[in-house]
């Protein structure tokens, strides 16, 4: 099944205790991103990557950090997390051929920061 | 730079009747256009999407949506809503050219009411 991967879906930790959110697909896909929701603001994109190796910032990159070493994972890194990280964060891929470019989303992992 | 906008923050219908939902973007030149659902709980799940050819595209669950280049909208539509179709629902609009940012509308909550 074609699917987007996320772990852990839930969490709780502390202010300044380094985390990782990890991102797999089965896809293929080359693009893959990562996105908070926050209630009133929508989607907002974090960071992506259009493919291995390469990563660029998205609209609210501070206070985040990813990888791409491999074409399937992509880790989300908060290496310092603070209360205004407590956020749902969504990774998602895609095909970056001309008109394949749907986003396919994992389920979600809620984060919180005390 | 592109964005999207969502008017309506919440949407109150009641089951059987017609749907609209808004979307307005901003976008230099033809989009890519998409329609997204999040169930409770849930990751988004694509319903529809535009990137050429005729103005009206037809999606999953029912809805259809009507691309009108003169008003810059991608409106969202169901003839006829279910209890089930209770949910967030997010425009998005994207484009490839070197790098891809795609941008997500706030969202809208429709309630349904029996």
């Known amino acids: 099944e074609a699917q987007v991967t996320q772990n852990p879906r839930y969490l709780i930790t502390v202010t300044g205790k380094k985390l990782t959110v990890t991102c797999s697909q089965n896809m293929n896909h080359e693009y893959m991103s990562w996105y908070r929701q926050d209630p009133g603001l929508g989607l907002r994109q974090i960071y992506y990557s259009m493919n291995v190796e390469v990563t660029d910032k998205g609209d609210v990159p501070e206070g985040y950090k990813v990888s791409r070493k491999e074409k399937r994972n992509f880790p989300l890194i908060l290496e310092s997390p603070s209360p205004n990280q407590t956020s749902l964060y969504f990774c998602a891929s895609s095909s970056t051929g001309e008109g394949r470019n749907e986003q396919f989303f994992g389920p979600g992992t809620r984060l919180t920061v005390l | 730079a592109q964005s999207v906008t969502q008017p309506d923050i919440h949407i109150t219908v009641s089951e059987g009747a017609s749907l609209e939902l808004r979307c307005n973007y901003s976008?230099?030149?033809?989009?890519?256009l998409f329609w997204y659902v999040q169930s409770p709980g849930q990751g988004l799940q694509l319903l529809l999407k535009y990137f050429s050819g005729d103005t009206l595209v037809q999606g999953i669950k029912g809805f259809e949506a009507e691309f009108k280049r003169s008003q810059s909208s991608f409106n969202l539509r169901k003839p006829s809503v279910h209890w089930s179709d209770a949910a967030e629902y997010f425009c998005a609009v994207g484009a490839w050219g070197g790098s891809y940012i795609p941008t997500f509308g706030r969202g809208t909550s429709l309630i349904v009411h029996p």
């Open positions: 976008y230099g030149a033809t989009p890519y």
